[in-house]
């Protein structure tokens, strides 16, 4: 397995604002008695060479990189054959190329169904099919090709963009994530690069992106957290779940990814995982679950 | 112990058993080694920094990490801005900026401004910060910022900040509230009140490129 | 003359008591004597491209800012960048356009019903003139080179503008149709053919 990121587009900029002037216009004139900004000048290390036009590189079909990154935020899926998609994912695309939902393609075609085993997340995926240059982006995010060899990595379910349909998709035990298992390359976003850690090692459920080659985690309680904060409760402030008395704990051997911790955004997948497992549900408890969520977003509009 | 910045969204501090650091609640994005976190309530020593947080709103959650390990810190993928405090001037800035600093520096909380108590009203109505946190002491500190802060030198010169673009401050600047009038026509529809921070003097500002708040 | 020059995800304007064109509150600090004012909605094309931006929906408010100095210039963090201008036309979503150099000219330019659908409003902003104008997007932008028989299609979404001779369709083919209603996708694209450059962001958003 290749983690290909961190070294070209990992952003190392220690200054505290990494400027990258945009070439062509010279220095800016003197005569404000400002003097050049430290971190601002020095383009940071790993780019490659800087645009020569004004309005950034100018890209088509031949100057497009193959299955590689446009920038930190684009990669580019030279198309021949099928890709798996995340709906929402493309930016833009040279060539012939058909955007098809997953639902409609596995009736067709049964190799579909058999890679793509995961009901619960094939609604919000498509099936690219044709030849040309697709470019895709996510959210502004940080964009990474992943290489699996005969491997298997785990990685957050929000954060996955794309898939070689050479890979297989399976729901992880643990909500929110999915496993790929196989020989292919897919394609991951992450608020801000991708930092490898190696077990033992405790993360923040926000801040997780996924993880290879370790056994699934167990969840951490932070005792000391917990009292600290109900007695912190008692004597008049106000405890609020911030994430630190519960954690992630990896052990074994094995890579970790993390990423900045997002700001949540809403996996459709999670109503529909929570609701197939009402079903366990006897028809009281049922009622009683329904009155409490419609208490708690009664409170949460005040 | 300086904080190591892993990438311009994440640091990673070293804890050791003298070495204690406070950060933001629910900016431990994960830690290896044998390390607790605890919540403080309050900011800053002394009564003068708790009845100011109170009245100021400036009270920011915090947690001490205690213990030996190493834990990385960031916040909802906003950039971070290493700062190193050498005990002379203390670094001004908003509570909510701060990501993690070392336990050994002191915070308190300051009034900001000469504009005098009608502009404070105007001012904290229109949800600016009008007090700030004062970050003394030897030691490292890492701010929070939308989008990268990037500094702006001054030597006897004057420069106008947008209230909301402000990070903070380092060295021996004056900071003034303006109600920019020109400025209030152009903000006018629906953004209400726009005040200016005239900052003159000796030091370096940081400004970030947004004007978004957190 | 004032200079516009990107940094990243600032705008350097540089004056030297003449004027330039900013979106309003996009100032986030200045240097020098500076004065700022409400340059009203549309921010050029007089009255009646005022009235069509009014009717069109694409607003845009601007601001002159006059004097000497430097100002900064910036929108939530959004990535930066600088177009020359020499006599062309830019095309450009209007939400993007962070200043301008005096001497250019804005104006509303409808985009028929092609635009209703993209969700971006009923009209295009073109710029026109010798200058500079300055452009935010979420990550760097992307010019890419559409030609005959290299047709592009973009994202509704992460379409910026574009420059050249282009004429802009609507894809909304039976395989698009079957996304609808199935919540965010993208259920429309735009397809550029023609001879010019198209400009992308780096994000759906």
Not at chain 1, 140 to 147: C, E
Not at chain 2, 36 to 48: A, D, E, K, L, M
Not at chain 3, 33 to 39: E, G, L, P, S, Y
Not at chain 3, 111 to 128: C, E, F, I, K, N
Request: with cysteine; hydrophobic share 35%; glycine share 14%.
């Amino acid at each position: 397995m290749t983690y290909p990121p961190g070294t070209p587009y990992g952003e190392p900029q220690p200054g505290p604002y990494g400027g990258q002037p945009q070439p062509g216009y010279g220095q800016p004139p003197p005569g404000y008695g400002q003097p050049p900004q430290p971190g601002y000048g020095q383009p940071p290390p790993g780019y490659g060479p800087p645009p020569p036009a004004p309005t950034g590189t100018t890209l088509n079909p031949h100057t497009l990189p193959d299955d590689d990154n446009v920038n930190p935020y684009v990669f580019c899926v030279s198309l021949a054959g099928d890709w798996f998609m995340s709906k929402g994912a493309m930016l833009a695309y040279y060539g012939d190329v058909r955007f098809e939902a997953v639902t409609e393609y596995t009736s067709v075609q049964a190799w579909v169904a058999a890679r793509f085993s995961s009901p619960v997340y094939v609604q919000d995926w498509v099936v690219a099919t044709g030849r040309g240059k697709v470019l895709i982006g996510d959210r502004g995010f940080d964009l990474n090709a992943y290489d699996l060899d005969a491997g298997n990595l785990t990685i957050k379910a929000n954060n996955l963009c794309a898939f070689s349909p050479q890979l297989e998709l399976k729901q992880s035990i643990v909500p929110g994530f999915v496993t790929l298992i196989g020989t292919g390359k897919f394609i991951a976003s992450s608020n801000g690069p991708v930092i490898f850690v190696e077990p033992p090692f405790r993360a923040d459920p926000d801040a997780l992106l996924g993880w290879a080659d370790c056994p699934s985690p167990s969840v951490h309680h932070d005792a000391q957290w917990m009292t600290q904060n109900i007695r912190g409760m008692i004597s008049g402030a106000l405890g609020r779940a911030s994430g630190e008395e519960r954690q992630y704990d990896f052990t074994g051997s094995g890579t970790i990814l993390l990423q900045s911790s997002e700001v949540a955004r809403e996996d459709p997948a999670v109503l529909r995982l929570v609701e197939s497992q009402t079903q366990l549900l006897t028809n009281a408890q049922a009622g009683s679950l329904g009155q409490r969520l419609v208490a708690r977003a009664q409170q949460q509009q005040h | 112990m300086p904080f190591e910045q892993v990438n311009s969204k994440v640091v990673r501090a070293r804890v050791g058993p003298a070495s204690p650091v406070l950060a933001r609640r629910g900016a431990m994005l994960g830690y290896s080694g044998q390390v607790t976190f605890r919540p403080v309530h309050g900011q800053g020593r002394g009564i003068g920094g708790m009845v100011g947080a109170a009245m100021s709103g400036e009270s920011n959650p915090m947690m001490a990490t205690e213990g030996q390990g190493e834990v990385l810190y960031g916040y909802k993928g906003l950039h971070v801005t290493v700062l190193e405090l050498d005990g002379g001037a203390p670094l001004v800035c908003e509570a909510d900026r701060l990501l993690v600093h070392d336990a050994a520096l002191q915070t308190s909380v300051q009034f900001l401004g000469s504009g005098g108590i009608k502009q404070a009203i105007g001012g904290a109505m229109t949800g600016q910060g009008l007090f700030t946190t004062n970050v003394h002491g030897r030691g490292s500190v890492a701010l929070l910022s939308h989008g990268g802060a990037f500094p702006l030198q001054l030597s006897g010169t004057q420069v106008g900040v947008d209230p909301q673009a402000y990070v903070g401050h380092v060295g021996q600047l004056t900071v003034d509230l303006a109600a920019k009038v020109g400025l209030r026509d152009v903000v006018g529809r629906g953004s209400g009140e726009a005040f200016q921070l005239r900052i003159s003097g000796y030091g370096t500002v940081y400004v970030q490129a947004s004007e978004q708040k957190f | 003359m004032a200079l516009l020059t990107a940094h990243k995800r600032v705008l350097h304007a540089d004056l030297q008591g003449d004027r330039i064109r900013a979106a309003s509150g996009s100032m986030v600090a200045v240097e020098g004597t500076v004065d700022f004012k409400n340059a009203g909605m549309g921010g050029g094309g007089g009255m009646r491209a005022a009235l069509k931006r009014a009717v069109a929906g694409e607003s845009l408010s601007l601001m002159d800012c006059t004097g000497h100095g430097r100002v900064y210039l910036a929108r939530d963090a959004m990535d930066v960048l600088v177009v020359d201008l020499a006599g062309d036309t830019l095309t450009v979503e209007s939400e993007h356009v962070l200043a301008h150099t005096e001497q250019l000219r804005l104006d509303v330019q409808f985009a028929g019903l092609r635009g209703v659908t993209s969700g971006q409003g009923l009209a295009t902003t073109t710029v026109t003139g010798h200058g500079q104008v300055a452009l935010v997007s979420e990550g760097p932008v992307m010019a890419l080179e559409v030609a005959p028989g290299q047709d592009l299609v973009v994202d509704p979404d992460a379409y910026v503008g574009s420059r050249g001779q282009l004429s802009m369709n609507l894809v909304s083919g039976v395989s698009w149709k079957s996304l609808v209603g199935e919540g965010s996708g993208e259920p429309f694209s735009l397809r550029f053919t023609g001879h010019g450059l198209v400009l992308v962001q780096s994000s759906e958003r």
